[in-house]
């Protein structure tokens, strides 16, 4: 089995499952398997799992039980790839989102701010784009919104023209020379911080990953059976406030509609308003700091 690190907010997350011994239940961000394990765990001999992750390494961690079904595809395409094995509609729904540890430890992929190497970030070596592309083929304002949005970089529009500036004088194909073009930008008592947010943006936008968990929450709701739940854990504010907005009103922007009574149609019940690793869980798990976890029931 592939190295990879505890799984954040084990209990709670499987907990918010509530498994029922014969349910069907979904793990769509298998990695090391630690979610899908404790699930197992709880199911009868009668129950099922099926899990996704698109990262062929995850294919490493595969469970050797005739209840269990990894999918090796991105979860943005749920409902096609259940549908095929004919599932319509599940018990239960677990995401873990961002990168692995596992993905941040591996030095040549290039999530990580700790290694040199190429500019690559794709979570599935299938996907075409790649960082390197990214930073040399975007144009000054494409840019610029992905270091606004997805980095939230107030200094978005002088990050983009350095880096314009920057490859004239040839390709940027290395995390290294990254660093070197944007130095300026990059003090000493922040670095570390202000190069994650750069990185978060890059991978964001390489792997689509704003747009593939909008196609999966709203998949997640067709599929799930009412009384079934949903649990997912984000890592930064931007996934976090999409998840928090769909479970509340079961849509991105806006508000939902009343019915004759004045009150909100919605699709689920939140369970849980929020829940967040206890200060012993994140000294024993770093990755665990800035976990947040929203559990939703269908209505």
């Given at each position: ?11 709670e ?64 395409f ?36 700790r ?14 784009m ?13 840019l ?135 200060e ?12 947040k ?6 209505l």
């Amino acid at each position: 089995m592939t190295e990879y690190h505890n799984p954040v907010l084990l209990k709670e997350t499987v907990d918010g499952l509530n498994i029922k011994p014969d349910g069907v239940y979904v793990d769509v961000t298998f990695g090391g398997g630690g979610h899908s394990r404790e699930i197992m765990e709880r199911l009868g001999p009668n129950g099922k799992l099926f899990a996704f992750d698109q990262d062929e390494d995850a294919q490493n961690n595969v469970i050797d039980d005739d209840r269990f079904m990894l999918i090796p595809e991105n979860f943005r395409f749920i409902k096609r790839y259940l549908r095929f094995y004919g599932i319509k509609e599940v018990d239960g729904i677990l995401g873990d989102l961002g990168v692995s540890s596992h993905q941040f430890d591996v030095a040549e992929r290039g999530f990580s701010t700790r290694f040199e190497a190429d500019l690559d970030m794709r979570m599935s070596q299938k996907n075409e784009m790649n960082a390197a592309r990214v930073i040399n083929e975007y144009n000054e304002v494409e840019l610029r919104k992905m270091f606004s949005e997805y980095g939230e970089l107030r200094n978005a529009a002088a990050l983009a023209g350095t880096i314009v500036s920057a490859r004239k004088g040839g390709t940027i194909t290395s995390t290294e020379q990254l660093k070197k073009v944007l130095g300026r930008f990059l003090p000493a008592h922040k670095s570390n911080k202000i190069l994650a947010q750069i990185y978060q943006a890059i991978r964001i936008e390489v792997n689509q990953e704003i747009e593939a968990l909008k196609d999966f929450l709203l998949q997640s709701e067709e599929l799930l059976k009412p009384g079934g739940r949903l649990s997912v854990i984000s890592y930064h504010s931007l996934e976090d406030r999409l998840v928090k907005r769909f479970v509340r009103n079961g849509m991105f922007e806006g508000e939902p509609e009343r019915d004759i009574f004045g009150n909100f149609e919605v699709p689920f019940k939140i369970i849980e308003k929020l829940i967040v690793p206890t200060e012993e869980e994140i000294a024993q798990n770093n990755r665990a700091r800035s976990a947040k976890l929203r559990v939703a029931e269908k209505l």
